[in-house]
């Protein structure tokens, strides 16, 4: 059956709560309609933690609910083979925050469950190792994009592999970077290379994680559409002003990047609705035309924008 | 720019009229700001009325000024309405409903076309437009198929090409015999592929199943036979779903690109009964080249459509009641 868009890749995806209601139905047609799972994990911070304090929580379940039923979450995704990788991602964490009970519980279940995770701090990592030596760690890409220097080009990614067991690409490098350079490269299949960052190319507003605007986050995700900064390079811009000029890539860069040897690409970790991460499924990891119409679902049980009403007819939007 | 486009000159025509016509508005925008045709060259369907077929529109009226405001945004926006008077078993006293006519006569005097299979709906049609575009509808094959096997398929079409605009041919045709025939059609340009059909190859049911489609709004005996039972989804619950595709009438997506590089011009896509949600992501992923560019442009569009009030003005939004 001709139904994924590329063969041999390895999909981590994005929103291990936000799109859970879509991977699992997802995984539920799959399954009954007897289609092999792809090679696909599930990535994301979870829950805000002390590793991870700015993450944006967005669901129907309170927070301290949701820290409950976590795990039989993870255990979900752990049954149904897809493995989570938890992300604790803050570049810059308070040594003493190490002791975090929650953030060490979540650790806990990353390290006896053959999980991974993924992190930007280096003193995480040595505190991570110390108790799990054998879990993988992925350094993130918040890490390359604050750290990569574009003159360093492959160096960087070599004095990170040293530490890291894998490396999230800063979309910046991927674009820009000589593929030639990268053939024979040793180390390729321990990179990640995220596909569909819709960023401006060398934005300066992408290494300010710090500096985000949450609260404009999360208004501009009630209204359905993602920005994390009110002064986004995109905001105001044409459509035809931004296409050729953003971290998106192309089937033929995607292609060529298989063809090195990449196997392991990424869907972006931005909150986008129900609609938009189904189709981003179905554009990057199943062939969009074709028998996929067969499993195409989406949760229809209440309005995705997230404004709580039935699906018949109260809401306009998609 | 073009390169974001799927197949170049294809002529796409979709399940959208009276259905998500929001969709075709915001593609009209990303269209002329991108400076490409339009690849929304016909959206097909309508509400009930004496001479609708195949799927009812979720939009219930017949209040005609909302209706001319409706078609009129739609034709505005670069998009030739279809209307979908394919419903087969039409009878002489039908010809004469008001509300049908009003429509017709709206829709000959802005350019719309018919998708029709109704001999007699036909007739009514030429007799007070001569030159009015009508098409053939697949369900004109389901319904005379035995006419259709016996005259042989080929020469079936090719007997009606001159009188329609297009034939959309049955897919079990087009799927397994076309290419082997593309010779012996005569006007290619003329006939319409429908290439994501999800029912099984020469469906029992289909006679039964668009036979009562049509009336099942006053029928409530029709109503509760509509979608009983699916011989596709039997067929795959035994012998599963690798074997269900062969039997089934759904392109691979190889045969589309077969079909396109063949020089077949006018593709159709079905899913009037699928929830917007599915038909926006199902849609764009046949019309773009899905990786790349697209993400840009169905984000724009998804906001376009939620929050620009601008896409939804003079379109009529309220789904039936029931």
Request: glycine content about 4%.
């Amino acid at each position: 059956m001709d139904i994924l868009k590329y063969e041999n890749v390895n999909w981590s995806l994005p929103g291990l709560i936000r799109n859970k209601d879509v991977i699992f139905l997802l995984l539920n047609s799959l399954s009954m309609y007897e289609v092999p799972v792809p090679n696909i994990s599930c990535y994301g911070t979870a829950l805000p933690t002390a590793w991870n304090k700015n993450t944006i929580f967005l669901n129907e379940l309170s927070l301290e609910r949701y820290e409950i039923v976590i795990f039989e979450l993870l255990h979900r995704y752990i049954s149904l083979k897809i493995t989570p990788i938890l992300k604790f991602d803050d570049y810059k964490i308070d040594k003493k925050c190490f002791s975090d009970v929650f953030a060490n519980d979540l650790l806990n279940f990353a390290g006896t469950h053959n999980s991974k995770v993924i992190i930007s701090n280096d003193d995480l990592l040595d505190y991570v190792k110390s108790k799990y030596p054998n879990l993988k760690c992925i350094a993130s890409e918040k890490k390359s994009i604050i750290e990569d220097n574009k003159k360093q080009g492959l160096s960087y990614y070599d004095s990170v592999l040293k530490k890291y067991d894998e490396v999230i690409l800063n979309p910046n490098f991927v674009v820009d970077c000589d593929l030639k350079e990268l053939k024979g490269y040793d180390k390729i299949s321990k990179m990640h290379v995220i596909a569909d960052n819709n960023c401006i190319k060398n934005c300066p507003n992408l290494k300010n994680f710090d500096k985000c605007d949450y609260d404009f986050e999360k208004k501009s995700l009630k209204k359905g559409v993602f920005q994390n900064f009110a002064n986004c390079k995109k905001r105001g811009k044409k459509l035809s002003s931004l296409i050729g000029k953003t971290l998106l890539l192309d089937d033929k860069k995607i292609r060529d990047l298989i063809e090195l040897g990449f196997n392991n690409f990424m869907l972006q970790d931005k909150h986008i609705n129900n609609v938009l991460f189904e189709e981003k499924l179905f554009s990057y990891v199943f062939e969009s035309v074709g028998y996929s119409q067969y499993f195409r679902a989406l949760p229809s049980e209440k309005c995705s924008c997230g404004c709580g009403s039935d699906k018949n007819g109260k809401c306009n939007q998609i | 720019m073009e390169n974001v486009i799927k197949y170049k000159n294809v002529d796409w025509t979709l399940p959208l009229l009276f259905s998500f016509d929001a969709y075709i508005i915001a593609m009209s925008k990303v269209a002329k700001e991108l400076k490409i045709k339009n690849p929304i060259t016909f959206a097909y369907g309508m509400m009930p009325t004496k001479w609708t077929g195949g799927r009812i529109s979720k939009y219930r009226t017949q209040d005609k000024k909302a209706i001319e405001k409706h078609l009129k945004k739609v034709i505005e926006a670069g998009t030739t309405p279809l209307f979908t008077f394919s419903k087969y078993f039409i009878e002489k006293e039908d010809l004469n409903d008001e509300f049908a006519n009003w429509l017709l006569d709206f829709g000959y005097e802005h350019n719309c076309q018919f998708i029709i299979s109704s001999d007699l709906l036909y007739d009514h049609i030429k007799s007070k437009y001569p030159d009015a575009k009508c098409i053939a509808s697949v369900l004109k094959f389901v319904f005379e198929l035995e006419k259709v096997l016996e005259t042989g398929e080929t020469e079936f079409y090719n007997s009606l090409i001159d009188k329609y605009e297009r034939i959309v041919l049955r897919p079990e045709y087009s799927r397994r015999r076309l290419l082997k025939h593309l010779n012996d059609i005569k006007d290619l340009s003329k006939v319409e592929v429908l290439i994501n059909q999800v029912c099984i190859n020469n469906c029992k049911e289909a006679i039964r199943e668009h036979s009562n489609i049509p009336i099942s709004d006053y029928d409530e005996n029709a109503k509760s036979q509509v979608g009983v039972f699916c011989p596709f989804e039997a067929y795959r619950r035994k012998n599963g779903l690798e074997k269900a595709f062969l039997v089934g009438n759904c392109y691979e997506k190889s045969e589309v690109d077969a079909m396109v590089e063949n020089g077949v011009r006018h593709l159709k896509l079905q899913g009037r009964n699928y929830e917007k949600n599915s038909i926006f992501g199902m849609i764009g992923g046949h019309l773009f080249d899905s990786v790349g560019a697209y993400s840009e442009i169905s984000s724009y569009m998804l906001d376009m459509i939620n929050n620009d009030k601008k896409i939804l003005k003079d379109l009529i939004i309220t789904p039936r009641k029931n």
